[in-house]
């Protein structure tokens, strides 16, 4: 298959999630499909390390999106004429690059698909805003456009496929599921390298958490649990940092210090992508205590796998989009709720049967090589393009 894929992915923005798109394109082109994909912005170093098509566009508020659509829709309509692909990935923001093909009848001849990984969800969960109002409202002409004159939808959970279904009345068979995955031959504790300036953890037990630093990943929690932990041996790595204009990563530091935990509770920032199984490898044990929010069941957090892949035991919140994927493995401790006080629980279970939690580990391992790997995921979408085409 000819493969045209046009999410909005933009490097600046989406640098800590461009993963996805490269291990898909990746793993496609290694089974014989032809990929091109799109993305916008400047190229920064390091991210998405293979070719694509650029889209230029001016990063300032409102002139963003409508640079991206304008000069992202003539890259389209020159990638189609050109590559003449077979199917076509859009995006709820690319969505609309598909009505030339409509309007000037050369649609049939392409499967044209919407990729949905991002669901709108309110920002405010005790109001909704005006700014809400109009992306649900978006939201829902592009549902509905895609269900009327396209082909079919993908979604990351089979929760939000489900609330798809139920809402707009989508045909269940033309809506299918390709979640986040994992490199279990980069995520490998066998390959990992020592880190010089981090070796002083290997005397300690470490809670780690990694990925974007903001208010709903529950960071902040988790950095005032540490006053609660039974011993002072124990410590946290936050591996990552904020995006955009978001200061969450400076609150953190300021917090870190009011509870004088300087030397117990660790930032080191965004690393390069190659080093991170070697940080993980470092943790005793992966913190994911989110709040239990509408957002995280509609999401297959990447993070998780990548822990799970590094043979690593879990604490995360009683919540779907967990328990989907770890059921009742005894590589998981299930949060009540994301208080500073239950997470300190989740941590001190974890201290307490230490001599237990390599075992526990290498059961997290294997659930993904069961349903998590990139390849499994590439199997699915291939399938899901294949039906349609034959539809």
């Known amino acids: 298959m000819k493969i045209l894929w046009f999410p909005r992915l933009q ?8 993963t996805t798109w490269k291990e898909m394109c990746d793993c496609l082109e290694n089974k014989g499909h032809q990929v091109r994909i799109a993305i916008a912005g400047k190229k920064i170093k390091g991210v998405f390390e293979r070719d694509y098509i650029p889209v230029f566009t001016i990063r300032l508020k409102y002139l963003r999106i409508l640079t991206f659509w304008t000069f992202g829709l003539v890259r389209f309509m020159s990638q189609v004429l050109s590559f003449k692909p077979d199917i076509i990935i859009l995006n709820i923001f690319t ?21 949905h990984r991002n669901p709108y969800t309110q920002s405010n969960q005790n109001s ?13 002409i592009s549902i509905n456009y895609c269900k ?4 079919g939808m993908t979604v990351i959970t089979d929760y939000y496929k489900d609330l798809i279904v139920r809402q707009y009345g989508y045909d269940p068979h033309l809506i299918d599921v390709w979640s986040s995955g994992v490199n ?35 960071v902040f929690e988790s950095v005032k649990a540490m006053k609660y932990v039974d011993d002072e041996s124990i410590c946290m790595i936050l ?14 530091q300021s917090l870190i210090r009011e509870l004088g935990l300087e030397d117990r509770v660790f930032l080191p920032g ?27 069941n509609l999401n297959n957090p990447i993070k998780l796998l990548e822990y799970m892949a590094m043979e690593k035991v879990l604490i995360c919140t009683d919540m779907w989009t967990f328990k989907d994927v770890l059921k009742d493995s005894p590589s998981v401790y299930y949060l009540e709720k994301n208080s500073p006080e239950k997470i300190a629980k989740g941590i001190n279970y974890y201290y307490a049967n230490r001599i237990h939690i390599k075992k526990w580990g290498r059961e997290a391992r294997n659930i993904v090589i069961r349903r998590f790997t990139w390849q499994a995921q590439t199997k699915r979408l291939v399938n899901f393009c294949n039906y349609l085409k034959q539809y």
Not at 128 to 140: A, C, N
Not at 148 to 151: A, E, I, P, R, V
Not at 190 to 210: A, G
């Open 11 to 18: 490097f600046d923005i989406d640098r800590l999630h461009i």
């Open 184 to 218: 279990i031959h980069f995520f490998s504790h066998d390959i990992s390298k020592p880190i010089s300036e981090f070796e002083f953890l290997r005397d300690r037990f470490v809670v780690m958490q990694h990925g974007q630093i903001s208010k709903n990943r529950g």
């Open 270 to 296: 965004t690393i390069p992508y190659e080093q991170v199984p070697s940080f993980i490898d470092y943790a005793d044990c992966g913190l994911l205590a989110y709040p239990n929010i509408e957002y995280w």
């Open 95 to 115: 969505i609309w690059f598909s009505l030339p093909l409509l309007i000037l009848g050369v649609k049939k001849n392409i499967t044209i698909i919407v990729d």
């Open 128 to 140: 909704v805003t005006f700014q809400d109002r109009i992306f649900l409202l978006y939201t829902r």
């Open 148 to 151: 009327k004159f396209l082909d």
């Open 239 to 252: 591996l990552g940092d904020s995006i955009g204009n978001d200061n969450s990563r400076i609150q953190l």
